[in-house]
C-alpha cells in the first residue's frame, strides 16, 4: 500500500534568533514548494497536541527537514523537541531527507549526524544558492516544485519591494554605518590576516601585511605584499551618513603597508594598476553583504569576501611568477624613461 503523500515539502528548523533568515528562506521556497515553517503554521497547531504537531512535520510530514545549525540549535526546549523528531524521521525515511545548513561554520556539529552528511555553508554560499539546492533536494525525495505563479510572482515583487526600501532607509543611517558596517570592515581585514596566516604557517609563502582601521576616519586600509607584488582594500566614505564602498588595488610592486615607518625611494610610490569595487548591499535576510561592481551580481558575505580579496592577491602573485607582469620598481622604470629621454 503505498504511504500517504506528506503535507509539506520542506520542514524548516531554526533558533528564534535566526528568525529572520528561516523567514527569507521560507518566502523564496514557498513560491513553488509547501513549507512548514511554525511562525508561519500556528493555525496548523490550533486544537492540537502542541508538542507532537511539532514533531510530526519532521518526522513524517514533509519530504524533507532543514536545519539551520549554530551550536545552540537542539539547547532550546522547541528546537530540542524539533531535533529528536528530526533524528526520528531520518533513522526511519532515511539521511538523504536531511539538510543541515551551518550558519557558524565555527561551531561543533552533533554528535548524531554522520560524517559522510554534507553540511551547506550559509556563509559561503549564501541564501539564493541554499534555495537552489534544498529545491534540488525536495526534487530528489520525489518532491514536484510547482512553477511560478501571477500570485506568488507578486508576493517577490512586493517582498523585494520592502527589501529596497529597507535598505535604502539603512544604507542613509549613520549609525547603522557605524554599527554595522564599519565592523564588517574590521571584521574582512581580521579574516584576511588569519587566512595569510594560515597561508604562511602551512605553506611557508613570506607574505607581509598591516591594517590600520579607525571608526573616525573615512577610510580604513589593509595591505598585502609579498616584496613583489601587492593589494591594498582602502574602505572609503567621504560622509559619515552616505555609504562608502570597498576599493581593492593591485599593485605591480612592493608597498609601504599601513604601520611600517619607511618611505618610498626617491619618492616614487609604485602605479596602481588596476582596480575593483565591492559595494555594501543588503541580502534579502536583511544582512549586510558585498557585492562585486564589475561582477555578476553575486551576493557575498564578509568571510567570503575575505578569502575571494586573497585569491585575487594570489593570482597578482601567479602573474607575476609566470612573467605575465611587470615588476620593475617604479624608481627603475623612472629612471630608465628620464635615461631614454636624455639620449
Known amino acids: ?20 533568515i528561516a523567514s527569507a528562506l521560507q518566502d523564496k521556497l514557498s513560491s513553488g514548494s509547501k513549507v512548514f515553517f511554525y511562525p508561519r503554521n500556528q493555525e496548523d497547531l490550533a486544537g492540537t497536541d502542541g508538542m507532537e504537531s511539532m514533531r ?5 510530514d514533509s519530504l524533507i527537514s532543514v536545519v539551520l545549525y549554530r551550536e545552540r540549535w537542539g539547547k532550546t526546549p522547541w528546537t530540542r523537541v524539533e531535533e529528536a523528531a528530526i533524528k526520528d524521521g531520518c533513522l526511519k525515511h532515511g539521511w538523504h531527507r536531511l539538510f543541515f545548513m551551518s550558519l557558524d561554520d565555527d561551531a561543533p556539529l ?15 554560499f549564501g541564501l539564493e544558492q541554499a534555495v537552489g539546492a534544498i529545491k534540488a533536494r525536495v526534487q ?5 516544485i510547482a512553477p511560478v505563479t501571477a500570485l506568488s510572482r507578486a508576493r517577490a515583487v512586493e517582498a523585494e519591494s520592502s527589501r529596497l ?4 532607509e539603512l544604507f542613509a543611517s549613520q549609525q547603522w554605518i557605524r554599527d554595522t558596517v564599519r565592523p564588517a570592515v574590521a571584521e574582512l581585514f581580521d579574516e584576511m590576516a588569519r587566512i595569510i596566516a594560515q597561508i604562511s604557517t602551512e605553506l611557508g609563502m613570506i607574505v607581509r601585511h598591516g591594517a ?10 589593509f595591505g598585502l605584499t609579498n616584496g613583489r607584488v601587492s593589494i591594498n582594500v582602502a574602505w572609503v566614505q567621504p560622509y559619515t551618513n552616505i555609504m562608502g564602498k570597498l576599493e581593492l588595488k593591485e599593485f605591480h610592486n612592493e608597498i609601504i603597508l599601513p604601520g611600517e615607518n619607511k618611505l618610498y ?3 616614487h610610490p609604485p602605479s596602481e594598476q588596476g582596480k575593483r569595487i565591492f559595494e555594501p548591499d543588503l541580502s534579502i535576510d536583511e544582512n549586510l553583504c558585498w557585492v562585486d561592481k564589475g561582477g555578476p551580481g553575486e551576493q557575498l558575505s564578509t568571510t567570503v569576501l575575505a578569502d575571494r580579496a586573497v585569491q585575487l592577491f594570489l593570482d597578482l602573485c601567479q602573474r607575476a611568477n609566470r612573467g605575465e607582469i611587470d615588476t620593475t620598481s617604479e624608481y627603475y622604470r623612472s629612471f630608465q624613461r628620464d635615461w631614454r629621454e636624455s639620449e
Not at 2 to 18: H, N, V
Not at 140 to 144: K, L, P, Q, S, T
Not at 165 to 168: C, I, V, Y
Not at 212 to 221: C, E, G, W, Y
Open 1 to 20: 500500500m503505498a504511504l500517504p503523500k506528506p503535507r509539506f515539502d520542506i520542514a524548516i528548523s531554526f533558533l528564534s534568533s535566526d528568525e529572520r
Open 212 to 221: 590600520s582601521t579607525n571608526p573616525d576616519s573615512a577610510m580604513d586600509v
Open 165 to 168: 526600501k529597507r535598505k535604502e
Open 56 to 60: 510530526q512535520p519532521f518526522i513524517d
Open 110 to 124: 552533533p554528535a548524531w549526524l554522520p560524517n559522510t552528511h554534507v553540511r551547506f555553508s550559509y556563509a559561503h
Open 265 to 267: 625611494l626617491a619618492g
Open 140 to 144: 530528489e525525495c520525489g518532491g514536484v
